[in-house]
């Protein structure tokens, strides 16, 4: 059983840049489809981003789409959230998720698919 760990948060400017990365608390990541969520206090959690195993299929939500890059180490370390254009609205806690798959091709978008789950890490960005 995986435990995920999420670093980089932290508070920005609006308009500015932040690279969120997740990573397994032991060993890699080379087994896992992984995906960032984030939650906004009162609102329902939100997909953001999705990568395949291989690195290969990436899907964006259309709120992020053109703004945040999802990737991949090659060494399946991490996998990181570029965050940039950051507005007031994208302030939340960022969830990485990970579910373990023998497709190296799939991702998922639901909550519901992803069995492991990191503790969040804040991203505050000021207007």
């Known amino acids: 059983q995986v435990q995920l760990v999420e670093s980089g948060g932290g508070l920005v400017q609006a308009g500015g840049s932040l690279k969120l990365s997740c990573a397994a608390s032991a060993g890699t990541l080379s087994r896992y489809a992984v995906g960032w969520f984030r939650q906004a206090p009162g609102k329902e959690r939100e997909f953001l981003a999705a990568?395949?195993?291989?690195?290969?299929?990436?899907y964006y939500a259309d709120s992020v789409k053109g703004r945040f890059t999802i990737s991949r180490d090659s060494a399946d370390i991490t996998v990181d959230l570029q965050m940039n254009s950051l507005k007031p609205e994208d302030t939340a806690v960022y969830y990485c998720?990970?579910?373990?798959?023998?497709?190296?091709?799939?991702?998922?978008?639901?909550?519901?698919?992803?069995?492991?789950w990191g503790q969040g890490t804040q991203v505050t960005v000021s207007s």
């Open positions: 998720a990970g579910e373990s798959t023998y497709s190296r091709s799939h991702y998922y978008i639901q909550t519901a698919e992803y069995d492991y």
């Open positions: 990568i395949s195993r291989n690195g290969g299929n990436r």
